[in-house]
């Protein structure tokens, strides 16, 4: 059975998202992608980014996390796909594992469906850097 925890999800984000989201819908690429992340937009919580608990993935955060089907832990910084260039680290909240982190807090476990037909169980670890723990609400 596939689980998605509840989420959260800074309200500045969800704007931004929504609006990369409605991009790709005018351009018809990684529409999959685009799909699966409105319906989180659409069930997650969105709260200010003063608000946005230090627990959460926010984008830009610097996250440790686990694929638990393939046994395989990750750093990733969750970023916009204009800035993957610029962030070594980087993972495209367009991409499928991506978009499957936003909003998830420690702790939390959430299958994720994959564009090949299989699926990804996602843990998350830590959250390493996290802007809004920071007060870098503007990013």
Not at 95 to 111: E, F, H, N, Q, S
Request: hydrophobic share 40%; charged share 25%; net charge negative.
């Amino acid at each position: 059975m596939e689980y998605r925890p509840p989420i959260v999800i800074n309200r500045l984000d969800a704007e931004r998202l929504q609006r990369l989201i409605d991009d790709t819908a005018d351009n018809g690429t990684d529409m999959v992608v685009a799909e699966l992340l409105e319906t989180e937009l659409t069930r997650g919580e969105v709260v200010d980014p003063a608000d946005v608990p230090d627990n959460v993935v926010s984008m830009n955060s610097k996250i440790q996390f686990t694929d638990l089907e393939r046994n395989r832990q990750m750093t990733r910084t969750l970023v916009y796909p204009h800035a993957l260039g610029n962030t070594e680290d980087g993972i495209s909240v367009m991409a499928p594992i991506g978009a499957g982190l936003i909003g998830l807090k420690v702790g939390d476990i959430v299958d994720w469906p994959l564009p090949n037909g299989g699926k990804a169980r996602l843990q998350i670890d830590a959250i390493v850097w996290q802007p809004e723990r920071e007060k870098q609400y503007h990013r």
